[in-house]
């Protein structure tokens, strides 16, 4: 498995998937990390790790060297996102075939969930030199023609429907995944602020270093929570 780039998707699927409401509960002063099943994935991945689930030194690896491992059959897989597999394939000898499927945290396949979030966002600059156009152009990336192009360029499923877009068999889980109900947000996208995501991934690296531990790496967590509402 490639280094632990970000958290195991573990609390995704034992927070947020059961209860999306969640981050709008720790705003409303009713539900925190450290008293959630946060507590449950923190310790999941510390199972992982002492298992020897990752490879050598994985805070000091970058995410270059991570799709080199994996597209070189050294790692034999990485938590990642849909669009990294590209980046793993420029590594891979040709024919090299991938195949992506939600983490699970849990035994059972009913519970476990895909987290998901719009990737790349597109605006249209004030001071464009020809705004007509680029709202035309913009209005093609959000048609189903678009979308469809642009997702199958990018190796990414498109954020609305379109029945123009024929999904491969990477694809094919994510769009189960939300159109069976099992999907979720990543966390982040609801948090009050950036503070609340950097000390998550500093965080995990100092747990990860065996230098926090889970109740510390949560009250940290907490806090900055509290800081950025």
Same mark, same amino acid.
Request: charged share 20%; aromatic share 8%.
């Given at each position: 498995?490639?280094?632990?780039?970000?958290?195991?998707?573990?609390?995704?699927?034992?927070?947020?998937?059961?209860?999306?409401?969640?981050?709008?509960?720790?705003?409303?002063?009713?539900?925190?990390?450290?008293?959630?099943?946060?507590?449950?994935?923190?310790?999941?991945?510390?199972?992982?790790?002492?298992?020897?689930?990752?490879?050598?030194?994985?805070?000091?690896?970058?995410?270059?060297?991570?799709?080199?491992?994996?597209?070189?059959?050294?790692?034999?897989?990485?938590?990642?996102?849909?669009?990294?597999?590209?980046?793993?394939?420029?590594?891979? =000898?040709?024919?090299?075939?991938?195949?992506?499927? =939600?983490?699970?945290?849990?035994?059972?396949?009913?519970?476990?969930?895909?987290?998901?979030?719009?990737?790349?966002?597109?605006?249209?600059?004030?001071?464009?030199?020809?705004?007509?156009?680029?709202?035309?152009?913009?209005?093609?990336?959000?048609?189903?023609?678009?979308?469809?192009?642009?997702?199958?360029?990018?190796?990414?499923?498109?954020?609305?429907?379109?029945?123009?877009?024929?999904?491969?068999?990477?694809?094919?889980?994510?769009?189960?995944?939300?159109?069976?109900?099992?999907?979720?947000?990543?966390?982040?996208?609801?948090?009050?602020?950036?503070?609340?995501?950097?000390?998550?991934?500093?965080?995990?690296?100092?747990?990860?270093?065996?230098?926090?531990?889970? =109740?510390?790496?949560?009250?940290?967590?907490?806090?900055?929570?509290?800081?950025?509402?």
């Amino acid at each position: 498995m490639g280094r632990p780039a970000r958290a195991v998707r573990a609390d995704r699927l034992l927070v947020y998937g059961p209860n999306p409401r969640f981050t709008q509960q720790q705003k409303d002063g009713q539900a925190s990390f450290a008293k959630s099943e946060w507590k449950r994935a923190m310790e999941q991945y510390l199972q992982l790790r002492d298992s020897g689930c990752f490879n050598d030194s994985p805070n000091g690896v970058g995410y270059d060297e991570q799709m080199q491992l994996l597209g070189q059959g050294k790692a034999l897989g990485a938590v990642h996102v849909l669009s990294a597999v590209q980046s793993a394939l420029n590594s891979a =000898p040709q024919g090299t075939t991938f195949s992506m499927t =939600p983490f699970p945290a849990t035994d059972s396949a009913e519970a476990t969930y895909l987290p998901v979030s719009v990737g790349i966002v597109y605006g249209v600059n004030a001071k464009a030199k020809n705004p007509a156009l680029a709202r035309k152009f913009m209005q093609f990336l959000a048609s189903p023609e678009g979308q469809a192009l642009y997702a199958t360029e990018s190796g990414s499923s498109p954020a609305l429907s379109s029945p123009a877009f024929q999904p491969d068999a990477l694809q094919r889980p994510v769009l189960e995944a939300v159109e069976n109900g099992r999907s979720t947000l990543y966390p982040d996208q609801g948090w009050p602020g950036p503070k609340v995501q950097q000390e998550h991934l500093t965080s995990i690296q100092e747990l990860f270093n065996g230098t926090t531990d889970v =109740p510390t790496l949560l009250g940290r967590m907490d806090q900055a929570f509290e800081e950025a509402k």
